[in-house]
T-cell receptor, first 116, second 117 residues
Framework: GAGVSQSPSNKVTEKGKDVELRCDPISGHTALYWYRQSLGQGLEFLIYFQGNSAPDKSGLPSDRFSAERTGGSVSTLTIQRTQQEDSAVYLC??????????????FGPGTRLTVT | AQSVTQLGSHVSVSEGALVLLRCNYSSSVPPYLFWYVQYPNQGLQLLLKYTTGATLVKGINGFEAEFKKSETSFHLTKPSAHMSDAAEYFCAVTDNAGGTSYGKLTFGQGTILTVHP
């Protein structure tokens, strides 16, 4: 079946512009995660959605970052007024959660964001 | 708070040699442990995972890892390296005691494996 897809695969933007990154999780996966991968910081958790529960936003680095998940499926990560330090690969993952069992996360190919 | 330490940001082995990538974790609750591999310009692929039960887990591509609670370690091994194993490897831990961050992964810094012919 189809895996996690992300778009665009590459995005170059000017400092100060807003960007939107999209994630399509695997069908039926109730949990969706965003991570950021950068040279200096490694892989960092950003935000987590699970069903209709309030998202865990504890990893968002500033209030310029926000994310939503519509209809329990597609998610959009928005970065406002981009800065050069936002340059990174943004990875999305999804997983099944059934009761108290958490299954492995499946990752998308990522969006490489470059802020000039 | 959880943390993961991978000893050695770069490991180099000869083709056919043993691969050993080290991972130590700290967690206040029994963790679930994972190894992921990332090939250039690709996303992360799960190699193997430990949740409960047998502490020696086998994964794809001939890799295996052993959970040692007393040593808080989850080292990844492969008896004989292949050129196609060259990639970056990440150890990760998740807190599965429940709560709002259920399943959130904390990653190590990664180890780049180079395989020489």
């Amino acid at each position: 079946g189809a895996g996690v897809s992300q778009s665009p695969s590459n995005k170059v933007t000017e400092k100060g512009k807003d960007v939107e990154l999209r994630c399509d999780p695997i069908s039926g996966h109730t949990a969706l995660y965003w991570y950021r991968q950068s040279l200096g910081q490694g892989l960092e958790f950003l935000i987590y959605f699970q069903g209709n529960s309030a998202p865990d936003k504890s990893g968002l680095p500033s209030d310029r970052f926000s994310a939503e998940r519509t209809g329990g499926s597609v998610s959009t990560l928005t970065i406002q007024r981009t800065q050069q330090e936002d340059s990174a690969v943004y990875l999305c993952a999804s997983s099944l959660i059934a009761g108290k069992v958490v299954y492995e996360q499946y990752f998308g190919p990522g969006t490489r964001l470059t802020v000039t | 708070a959880q943390s993961v330490t991978q000893l050695g940001s770069h490991v180099s082995v000869s083709e056919g040699a043993l691969v050993l990538l080290r991972c130590n974790y700290s967690s206040s609750v029994p963790p679930y442990l994972f190894w992921y591999v990332q090939y250039p310009n690709q996303g992360l692929q799960l190699l193997l995972k430990y949740t409960t039960g047998a502490t020696l887990v086998k994964g794809i591509n001939g890799f295996e890892a052993e959970f040692k609670k007393s040593e808080t370690s989850f080292h990844l091994t492969k008896p004989s390296a292949h050129m196609s194993d060259a990639a970056e490897y990440f150890c990760a831990v998740t807190d599965n005691a429940g709560g709002t961050s259920y399943g959130k992964l904390t990653f190590g810094q990664g180890t780049i494996l180079t395989v020489h012919p």
